[in-house]
């Protein structure tokens, strides 16, 4: 069996590579996609530690999260179609008609 | 070097080089590509981790449901190639300064943790069964089960409120 | 696990249950309705969230003993009481503050937005498990990030949603990972479980702190502390109106309400760790939010810095850790809601009028209409601090919590900052009250309903500053709910 800090160190680097897209992409569809990539790092993580504890918890958790994630893309990229409407951009940096 | 050990290094080599396609490809679509490959490793680690169930959720609504979406949505608005506008300098070491320490800190604080170093015992053949899952969620998570449908109902609301284009008649 | 449902469980949950019929009803009504006539669906919504609040106030109210219901996931306490009476009255006002406005009142997925989120911070109110909580936050968010984003013809609507968003799930992300850490460690995901679990372990204390900074990003995104308030200004300026009085006022008491629960049940093996960080936070929330608000010309900009100012000091209560603080944090959100509250709808009266909300055009406000700027003279100083009303008392309790919690400084730059405060509330009142506007002789009227609204707001205001008695055993009962 491998152990279970194995999963954790690896869950740590997906969640790592998640926040740095998040600080270094301007594309908000990459930057939700990085979200979703630290998402699966916590579930990763949450799985590993309910093997090691041997109870179901940690699975129904990532069992909510998967739902909740639906949900908050479904909001999300609706939100990116209204805007590029408008905008014609999903460039981040151009989101700034509020100044102050 | 046991079995175990090779498929899960295998595995990780592949989820963290395409956690880094996703971040470095400049086309959107590829993108989703390597994060949809992501998420069907990660998939078959919650399969070597005693979590079947969760693996088929894992498929079927992250790389199939959500991951389709975001492809849609690229391919909608024709956003495979919008590039940065300008790139601010100054951010990016930053981030990466700061993914470096997250990076470190997080690893120190698991291995940090003498316990967790130990193998896991092989548990029993009925852990994590779709039956075991689904008797929990209707009994101890009942209440958040619930929630979770007015949730999924009040998404879908939301989604084609923002969508709808006004009437042309206002 | 729980073998059937019983009387207690119901009653725990009636808000919600009353909420979610309410809901259905809405729902239902928007089918059935024909357009012209939707104008009821804004009254249905309020004559539901009244006949909800009753119940909860009645028949809602937790015994002495907090009790943990269905399978853990909730606790049915004093705390949980106060906060989802809190919440469903700042859902209240908000719909009678959408009355006139002609763009929502007709949208019954507007009301069913707004319900829902409310339904998600009573839940967040009572959560006793990091599953429930994880799912009470998001159910109050998602909705809150298309209310944002309603006015999808409104550039700066759909700008504000799409921040609000953005920022939201990034630290929701974050949040998430520190929750993943907490249940690894403690092997269970009840808060009350996990406090004991980590007691007994050898859990290093920097791994704690570690994972404690990670779900003090979500909290810290809810309530709006610095360094992790830059979405509010935008989001409160672009957001419709009621929507940005009700991210101000309910929103921003929910967060707290988990904030402190979650901090003292989890967290109480690293406080002096997150005591320091929080302690920072306030600082700088105080501080910024009180120095950038002094520039600002815009009335919701000015709210949003202020607010931020304003979960700097309530921060002053969560760090002091014990019992006065927790009740001076409840107390705080008692008087803030109501005075926000208040403060929003004289500029949702106003900008309905004049179409604008710069501070400029809030000149002569006291000629025009003189009952609307002294709706704004209280509510203002009540957000300063002045006696004899609420916010006075508040800002009081918040201090002599860290002080006797021995954060002395704290409570001294909190009230170099409240000086500072005073001085921005009052160039407002000087536009309202002393400059000559353009328009002085054209009245501008307050419709009857948002009227109401206002003077029940400042009615509670002044018993909140004045009879402190009763109040204050609401606040004390649920603080010790938590201890």
Redesign the interface.
Known sequence: MVPVSYYLALAAILFALGALGVLIRRNAIIIFMSIELMLNAANLLFVAFARSFESLDGQIYVFFVIAVAAAEVAVGLALIVTIFRTKHSIDIDELSSMKG | MTA??IL?FGL?AV??GA??G??LSKN?VY??LF?IL??AT?AV??L????P??AM??VA??AG??MV??LF??M??G?EQ?L?????GW??P???L???V??V?????????GR????????ASD??SPE??GE??F??????FE??S???L???????????K?KANN | MFGSITTDMVLAILPEIALLVLIAVVFVTDLVVDEKRRGILAWTSIIGLLITMLLTAFFAQPGAEAETLWGGMLRHDWLAYVSKLIFLFGALITTVFTLNWDSVRFKGEFYVLLLTSTLGMTLMGASADLIMLFLSIETTSIPLYVLAGFLTDDDRSTEAGFKYLLFGAMTTAVMLYGFSLLYGFAGSTGLYEISAAIGAGQIPAAALAGAAVLVLVGFGFKVAMAPLHFWAPDVYEGAPTPITAFLSTASKAAGFVVLTRVMIAAFSSVQAEWQLMLAIAAVISMTLGNLVALSQTNIKRLLAYSSIAHAGYALLGVIAASELGAASVVYYFLVYVVTNMAAFGVVIVVSRVIGSDEIADYAGLSRRSPGLALVMLLAFLSLAGIPPLGGFIAKVLVFAAAVQAEFVWLAVIGVLNAIIGLYYYLIVLKVVYLTPGKDEQKALPTPRPQAVALVVSIVLLLLMGTVFAPWYQWALNSASALF
């Open positions: 175990d050990l899960f990780a989820a963290i956690a880094l996703m971040l959107a993108s989703a994060l992501n998420f990660v680690f919650f070597l981790l005693g979590a169930f969760i959720a894992q609504v992250y449901a959500i979406l975001f949505v690229i909608l608005l956003a919008l940065t506008s300008h790139k601010s951010q990016r930053i981030a990466i700061l993914t470096l997250l990076l800190e997080s690893i120190y604080l698991i291995f940090g943790r967790l170093l130990s193998q896991v015992a092989p548990v852990y994590a075991a899952i929990l969620l009994s101890r998570y009942l209440l958040p929630v979770t007015i949730l999924l009040v998404a879908m609301v939301g989604v084609i409120v923002l969508i709808k006004p």
